[in-house]
């Protein structure tokens, strides 16, 4: 299943930056409201988050605007290292499905850190802060970060 995954990941991220290369085509601003509850941490929260993301296939370009390709792929790695049984390749499993919810890098990384509800602190022992540059510039390529 991890070879599917990781393959599925890799031709992502290689459309990811084909997309980059040729300017990623016309796209249009999208402004949603999502309930907050939809945190990392599967805990209950109250009010609303309003993102702003790009829609034809610009999304993840933004989110990793400045990242190489190594540094993505990385990011990759790591991710399935610490954060993959959890959230293998972003989807839901012992925790929610973390693609495609729009959050900004600070608050991505809060949230690991922080941790929240279910989730427990990842600490720079475990995940240094260059690895977790790594994973964020990686969670953009999933639209997991803006």
């Not at 390709?69 to 990011?75: D, K, S, T």
């Not at 890098?105 to 509800?117: E, H, K, L, V, Y």
């Amino acid at each position: 299943m991890k070879l599917g995954q990781t393959i599925l990941s890799g031709a992502a991220l290689s459309a990811c930056f084909v997309l980059t290369a040729c300017g990623g085509g016309a796209a249009a601003a999208e402004t949603t409201t999502t309930p907050a509850a939809a945190s990392a941490g599967g805990e209950s929260a109250s009010g609303t988050e309003t993102s702003t993301a790009t829609t034809g296939g610009d999304a993840a370009a933004t989110a990793t605007s400045g990242a190489s390709a190594e540094l993505i792929a990385a990011g990759g790695e790591r991710f399935e290292a610490v954060c993959g049984l959890c959230h293998p390749g972003g989807d839901e499993d012992n925790g929610p499905s973390i693609k495609d919810i729009h959050w900004d890098a600070a608050r991505m990384r809060t949230q690991i850190r922080n941790g929240s509800g279910r989730m427990r602190p990842i600490s720079a022992a475990r995940l240094s802060d260059e690895d977790l540059e790594k994973v964020v510039a990686w969670l953009g390529t999933i639209g997991a970060v803006r």
